[in-house]
């Protein structure tokens, strides 16, 4: 089993920044392929990015604003997330499948993380 817990949520105005962390219990962190999924009040969950070894992939809506890594010394990803729109307004989960390779669909993770609120409004 693996358990993820996110923080780094918060209000932020447009063109702002944020850090999201996601910290996974486990000691086999590393074989695990992660994943950021978000959603809108009203609206369903997407894909936002993933990784997994050197590799990454990202929503075309966040390509070159987000940035996802991983600490596996920390066993944590971050999705580092500038140039923020109100669109991008919404709960952000984090999401792990033991994998060596990255998905970018809902039904391919197999743990989520609770979520964490990020709001973008001036």
């Known amino acids: 089993q693996v358990q993820l817990v996110e923080s780094g949520g918060g209000l932020v105005q447009p063109g702002g920044s944020l850090r999201l962390s996601c910290a996974a219990s486990?000691?086999?962190?590393?074989?695990?392929?992660m994943a950021w999924f978000r959603q809108a009040p009203g609206k369903e969950r997407e894909f936002v990015a993933a990784?997994?070894?050197?590799?990454?992939g990202y929503a075309d809506s966040v390509k070159g604003r987000f940035t996802i890594s991983r600490d596996n010394a920390k066993n944590t990803v971050y999705l580092q997330m500038n140039s923020l729109k109100p669109e991008d307004t919404a709960v952000y989960y984090c999401?792990?499948?033991?994998?060596?390779?990255?998905?970018?669909?809902?039904?391919?993770?197999?743990?989520w993380g609770q979520g964490t609120q990020v709001t973008v409004s001036s």
């Open positions: 486990g000691r086999t962190f590393s074989s695990y392929g």
């Open positions: 990784m997994s070894g050197d590799s990454t």
């Open positions: 999401a792990a499948r033991h994998s060596s390779r990255w998905y970018s669909r809902i039904s391919d993770y197999n743990y």
